[in-house]
């Protein structure tokens, strides 16, 4: 003898919905996390830090930052700038005047790569899990 829960009707018809709605809605999200994730990646790729430096130390209200040119904006120089792939391949430009490179600007510059870099694999970590569980919730389905 079978057993089973009926719903809206006696004919399962509400359950169904109910599937149907929950399928549906995983699927937009799995949708939009893989959107994301692409984004992400996209902008994971070469990891780019740029040090600037300003000859106003007095006043720096007349510096900006412009996020749609990801760039300062008024008086600043870019002293330092490292690329740093998604597979590891580095490129850096350090200036070195007569010769001699800024040991206090390359320790500030080397500093805020690695703080860059252990950010970008939390990160990855962070997408990875999400995408691992969003999956993991799929499965069953």
Request: net charge negative.
């Amino acid at each position: 003898m079978a057993y089973g829960l009926r719903f809206g009707g006696g004919d399962g018809e509400a359950l169904d919905d109910l599937r149907s709605s929950l399928v549906s809605g995983l699927k937009t999200a799995t949708d939009q996390l893989t959107a994301a994730l692409s984004r992400l990646a996209g902008e994971l790729t070469t990891l780019e830090v740029a040090t600037f430096v300003s000859d106003d130390e007095d006043d720096l209200a007349g510096i900006e930052y412009d996020a749609d040119s990801n760039r300062f904006v008024g008086p600043v120089r870019c002293r330092a700038l490292t690329r740093v792939r998604l597979d590891g391949k580095t490129a850096a430009v350090v200036p070195a005047p007569a010769g001699v490179v800024d040991d206090r600007l390359w320790a500030i510059h080397a500093e805020m790569v690695a703080q860059a870099q252990g950010h970008r694999a939390e990160l990855l970590k962070a997408a990875a899990t999400a995408a691992s569980g969003l999956l993991g919730a799929l499965r069953p389905l």
